[in-house]
Nanobody, 121 residues
Framework: QLRLEESGGDSVQTGGSLRLSCVPS????????IGWFRQAPGKEREKISC????????IYVDSVKDRFAISRDSAEKAVYLQMNALNPEDTAVYYC??????????????WGQGTQVTVSS
């Protein structure tokens, strides 16, 4: 059973950058689309980015477009979320989850435990 682990969260100032990583506890991410989600205090969880199993198709929510970049390594051992120009509205717990092949689904599973990102002004 696929299990995912996130890392890379930290506290940064406005304008800073972070790179989050999503790795499987065992095996690879081959055949899986990986989505990044976040949940801010008092708000619902939202999907902010996703990369399909081939790595050729990516999606971003408007609020992070042009600031965040999702990628996957060639060994299928990790998916990354590079986050630039961070602002306080990006403060949240960030999660990764897996879906079979495509991002065009709501059926994500294998949620990680989350990693905290805090952006101060």
């Amino acid at each position: 059973q696929l299990r995912l682990e996130e890392s890379g969260g930290d506290s940064v100032q406005t304008g800073g950058s972070l790179r989050l990583s999503c790795v499987p506890s065992r095996g690879t991410l081959k055949y899986y689309a990986i989505g990044w989600f976040r949940q801010a205090p008092g708000k619902e969880r939202e999907k902010i980015s996703c990369i399909d199993s081939s790595g050729r198709s990516t999606i971003y929510v408007d609020s992070v477009k042009d600031r965040f970049a999702i990628s996957r390594d060639s060994a299928e051992k990790a998916v990354y979320l590079q986050m630039n120009a961070l602002n306080p509205e990006d403060t949240a717990v960030y999660y990764c989850a897996a879906a079979w092949d495509t991002c065009s689904t709501s059926e994500f599973k294998s949620w990680g435990q989350g990693t905290q990102v805090t952006v101060s002004s």
